[in-house]
């Protein structure tokens, strides 16, 4: 079942830059904050970047100055991805939470592959 819809995603080489979306289907006013997750090949899924409905934000250590995540709406999550690395390929995942982020995921996007080349 997939409840978050996922938009963008694809392949790019080194450096350059993708833009991932997220939405809820219907409007939920229960939705807290919103993220993405990551899985590469070999590795555990990581909670690269999250927003709270307070606009409070949060990225992990590896995508600092590179990454952007923004919301155009409430259940409307983007994130901007620049200065792509190889070690950026992974199939992310966009998560929703009625709480917080990565203590409680109540919503899961499908996930999309992100392949950047070397």
């Known amino acids: 079942q997939v409840q978050l819809l996922e938009s963008g995603g694809g392949e790019v080489q080194a450096g350059g830059s993708l833009r991932l979306s997220c939405a809820h289907p219907?409007?939920?006013?229960?939705?807290?904050?919103m993220g993405w997750y990551r899985q590469a090949p070999g590795k555990q899924r990581e909670l690269v970047a999250a927003?709270?409905?307070?606009?409070?934000t949060q990225y992990v250590d590896s995508v600092k100055g590179r990454f952007v995540i923004s919301k155009t709406a409430r259940n409307t999550v983007n994130l901007q991805m620049n200065s792509l690395k190889p070690e950026d390929t992974a199939v992310y995942y966009c998560a929703a939470s009625r709480s917080q982020l990565p203590y409680r995921v109540d919503y899961w996007g499908q996930g999309t592959q992100v392949t950047v080349s070397s």
């Open positions: 927003i709270t409905s307070g606009v409070r």
């Open positions: 219907e409007s939920d006013f229960r939705i807290n904050a």
